[in-house]
Structure formats: C-alpha cells, structure tokens
C-alpha cells in the first residue's frame, strides 16, 4: 500500500458511524468496519480473555469480543466522540465510555478503507 494521509472528514464519518453502531448496540454494523484479517490490541483482549499478548487476530475474534462487550456493559454503554484526528494510513477516535474512561484507538486500514490494525489505549476522568 502507498503511505496517504486519509482524509479527516472520512474518518469523521466513520467515526461517528462506528459511535452510532455501538450506541445502538448493532454488532454486525460495529465489525462492518473492520477487515477479515484485523489486528486489534487492546488491555481489554488481556482482562476480558487472559491473553497475555492483549492482541486478537481476525475479525471473528473481534466479533465476539465486541458482542461479549455489549452484553457485559448492556443497555449503559454510551460512547461519546470527543474528536477524530488523521495520519498516514488511518485516524485515531478519541472518544469517552459511559463509566467516564476516555479511550484513543489508532486505526489503520487497508486498501478498502477498513480498519486493520487497531491500538486502543485508555485513561481515566476523575
């Protein structure tokens, strides 16, 4: 793949697609925006699945990470999108969860635009 800065307003718009998606808690529109072979790493990989590496490969992998994340939150789970930044091959969605933690997740994508390498890190607001 050529290096591309992606352009902000469609990582916008997959962003707050992606947002909507899990606000209204529909699963296959959530992992619509992910490849076959994503790469998501997350220290919710390690404390939901004990894997010590924190990273889950293949978006059937994913798909039940997420769907196991819906039902262990419910009806709570509100994401709320603070800002989305672009870069070389992808964007980052800076965003803050229903408990208050704010998370930053970097996405890179393929060629088809789908989200292929995923970094989520977390923080806090007391």
């Not at 352009?7 to 529909?26: L, S, V």
């Not at 994503?38 to 010590?52: A, I, K, L, N, Y």
């Not at 930053?104 to 989200?115: F, R, S």
């Amino acid at each position: 793949m050529i290096a591309a800065i992606f352009n902000h307003d469609e990582a916008r718009k997959i962003a707050e697609d992606w947002i909507g998606a899990w606000n209204n808690r529909e699963l296959d529109r959530i992992i619509s925006h992910y490849a076959d072979d994503v790469e998501f790493s997350s220290p919710t990989v390690m404390t939901r699945w004990g894997e010590p590496s924190g990273v889950l490969r293949g978006k059937a992998k994913l798909r039940e990470h997420f769907r196991c994340g819906l039902e262990v939150f419910g009806a709570n789970a509100r994401f709320q999108l603070l800002d989305v930044l672009s870069g070389v091959n992808g964007y980052t969605l800076y965003y803050r969860r229903e408990d208050g933690a704010t998370v930053a997740e970097t996405v890179l994508v393929d060629a088809d635009g789908k989200a292929q390498r995923v970094n989520v890190h977390y923080a806090r607001i007391k």
